[in-house]
Structures are given as C-alpha cells and as structure tokens.
C-alpha cells in the first residue's frame, strides 16, 4: 500500500471537514445566507480589463502557513494586509481558509474583504457543491478548483454551482494532461498554471512558458508560484502573460503591498503606510 501524497491527505481532510460542517450547518441555510451576501464584485471581469491594458493584474494571496514551509508570517493581520495590497496596486485577493494544513479559516476572507474594495477569491480545496455555496455566503467573489484534486463530473459539477450562485471560477493545472482536462470541461475565462511541481515541490517559470502556446487566445493565463523578482514579471510581461498570483513573495516581506508596488510597478514611487516608495 503505497504512502499517502500530501494532496491526498488533504483531500481525505477536506472531505471529513465538509461533512462536519454540514452537521452544523445545513445547505439550505447556506442557499439563504448566499442570497443575502453581498454583490460580487466581479473577480473576472477585473483581472481582463487590466491585463487588456497590458498592466499587470496581480491577485494578492493572504497566506499564513504552508504545509511545505510552515508559518509563513507571523505578524498575520488579514484586514491590514488587504489594505496594503489595495493600496500597493492589486486587483485581486486571495485568501486561504483551510485550517488544518495552511492555518487558514473563513473570518480571515470576511475580513480581507471589508478592508477593501478588491474582488476576493476563497482559496482552497474544493471537493464539495456545499463548499461552493459556503463560499459565496462568506461573501468570496470566485472559487478555485484544482484539476488534480477533481475527476471531470466533479469539476463540472462545482462550476456550474459556482455559476448558479453567482461565483465566479479559477481553474488551476500543472501539467498538458490537465490543462486539457480543464479545456474540455469548463468554459470560466481564467486558466491559473502553478509553477510549483506537485511531485517534488520545485518551482519553474517555465511551466507556464511551456503550456502557453496551448491555451486558447479567449482565455486569460494567471501564473501561479515563482515569482520573486523584477526579472521574473518581465519575462512573463514579454511572453504576453499580465496576470500573476503571488503570495509567499509578498507574505515575507515586512510591507505587503509596498512589496508588491515595488515589484510590478516600480514607476509609480507611491507613498503606503507614511513610507515613500522610490
């Protein structure tokens, strides 16, 4: 009997997590709670428009732990992050709220998303429809679903729930096999690649540079893990890729959003938190 992944130990988590949940809270009463959340903000539409431009669209991840690296920030404030990444140029968020393996939870979303005006997106493993309807009634604005997580019915099973609550999706691949996968089964605009081998958790660019040439040209490419300096933006910039998701970056740094300024629009020498960026 071979050893568990870690992805699949996850997942084993996730799927006795959803059914505790559901023991306290039913779908219904979710159904009830998502219609009375607030208006998405279109988490979509804000990352197209600005890549149209050419300008980097940067989801800006809020990110605790990772099971790779441990606590990743210790001085974890989700509000005052949020902030710092609205005024450090982001057009997105993303926040973590699995528990068990990323020291994520719900409350953090909540409260990255009354701290600013940014579409959100609830970051985690979803493997159930009540995960989605949860998501949208915790006021996230997108869900991601990860390709190696899913089989294609299940996928299209939590898209089309996602659509029918008004959500929108972020599909994340590693590999050719499951960008095809995501290609034939969902039609969402954002096609993420993670950079970080699932294997043996190495980090390439070259992974999104490789799957490029076979995602479609009315689909937007988010790259995922790796980036870390000036350089690595404009490499992605010069092969027409704008969208980024950047979190353990960002995460490290003592300024959040004066990181992500400095890294995607150094021009701007901006002043966040009384300090003059240059």
Known sequence: M????????????KAEEVAERRARVSLAELEAQAKVADAPRGFANALITQAKLKQPAVIAEIK??????????????PAEIAGSYEKGGATCLSVLTDIDYFQGCDLYLQQARAACKLPVIRKDFMVDP???????????????????????VKMAELAAVAKSVGLDVLVEVHDGDELERALKTLDTPLVGVNNRNLHTFEVSLENTLDLLPRIPRDRLVVTESGIVNRADVELMEISGVYSFLVGETFMRAEN???????????????????????
């Open 256 to 278: 959040p959003g004066a990181e992500l300024q400095r890294l995607f629009f150094p021009e701007r020498g901006v002043t966040i938190s009384g300090s003059t960026l240059d």
């Open 130 to 152: 009540y995960q989605i309807v949860e998501a949208r009634a915790l006021g996230a604005d997108c869900v991601l679903l990860i390709v190696s997580a899913l089989d294609d």
């Open 64 to 77: 605790k732990a990772s099971p790779s690296k441990g606590v990743i920030r210790e001085h974890f404030v």
């Open 2 to 13: 071979s050893v568990p992944t870690v992805l699949e130990k996850i997942l084993a988590r």
